[in-house]
């Protein structure tokens, strides 16, 4: 693991950049236990991620990769009208 992000608008919600790709944690304990996913949702798969952030307001997640550049997603679930 390279680096982490908390997503502060879901706080049992955290992403992990590894060597390959960004994975997401999600606990519906209160962080006694994590299941772990590959978050692919906008995400190049097996790509050495490096750097992550989540904005605190708006929910994007900004991931910086070795040799792949930087990506962008939006982590907030359109809402239903």
């Given at each position: 693991m ?6 502060r608008?879901?706080?049992q ?69």
């Amino acid at each position: 693991m390279k680096s982490l992000a908390v997503d502060r608008l879901q706080p049992q919600t955290i992403y992990a950049g590894t060597d390959f790709g960004v994975y997401r944690g999600q606990s519906s304990d209160g962080g006694a236990t994590w299941s772990w996913t590959s978050y692919k949702d906008g995400m190049p798969e097996a790509v050495d991620v490096r750097a992550l952030e989540v904005h605190p307001v708006t929910g994007t997640l900004r991931a910086g990769t070795f040799g792949r550049g930087v990506y962008v997603v939006d982590t907030v679930s359109p809402k239903a009208p």
